[in-house]
């Protein structure tokens, strides 16, 4: 959980700096989900940064990504991105007494996600319950209208504003040293990698 350690150590490092001047943590969004445990973990973590961060859907963000992108403080996508919300699935084995409980816990944290994107959004509960039963997938435009993203990133020059420039390093961002020895973990995690893009290496990644 590295990204966690990150965001962490930003906040310690920004503690003495009013919110307003913290300089925000970016993160972009292309994965296809992960577990429930990590996406629970990374969430808690990300709504109690006092250091900003924003998300960006440069593409997917399905299944538990998508609820990680919703607990950013800010958040954007390209106009071809998309959301994919659901309860996600479960493996459960044992004796029944054994595997009630185990069942009863998951629909409390499925519950419990449902009514984070009630909070996050202008869906309905109505609407949120109807639809999250499948794969229900969330266009660009439906996401801005329903107060998912704050805005749709429709030139370069606005994806140039929020920080995710080419070629030159922006050494004021947040970045995950280059040089960091934790960096083969983020590689070969079997969830959650965070890594870096080839040219923008100030730029955190979250993917799968």
């Known amino acids: 959980m590295y990204l ?6 930003w906040n310690q490092e920004d503690k003495d700096l009013p919110v307003e001047s913290r300089k925000p943590i970016r ?19 990300i709504t109690l940064s006092k250091t900003p961060v924003w998300g960006i ?16 403080h800010k958040r954007y996508c390209l106009p ?6 659901h309860q996600g699935s479960g493996a459960f084995s044992g004796t029944y007494a ?13 519950e419990k996600l449902a009514g984070f994107v009630e909070e996050k959004t202008s869906y309905t509960k109505e609407e949120i319950e109807e639809n999250i039963v499948s794969d229900w997938y969330i266009t660009a ?6 107060g998912v993203y704050q ?27 280059a040089d960091d020895p934790h960096l083969s973990n983020f590689y070969s995690h079997p969830d959650w990698n965070v890594y870096f ?9 979250l993917d799968a």
């Open 4 to 9: 966690i350690r990150y965001i962490l150590k």
């Open 197 to 205: 893009n080839q040219i923008n290496e100030y730029i955190i990644v």
């Open 80 to 85: 071809r991105a998309q959301l994919l919300l």
């Open 141 to 146: 435009e439906e996401g801005f209208e329903k």
């Open 151 to 177: 805005g749709i990133i429709s030139y370069i020059s606005e994806l140039l504003s929020l920080g995710v420039a080419t070629m030159e390093r922006y050494t004021g961002y947040k970045i995950i040293p």
């Open 98 to 110: 054994e595997i009630l409980p185990q069942v009863m816990a998951y629909q409390e944290q499925v």
């Open 57 to 72: 859907n440069i593409g997917r963000s399905y299944s538990a990504a998508a609820y990680i992108l919703l607990s950013c």
């Open 27 to 45: 993160l972009l969004f292309f994965s296809p989900g992960g577990d429930l445990e990590v996406n629970n973990a990374l969430i808690d973590t």
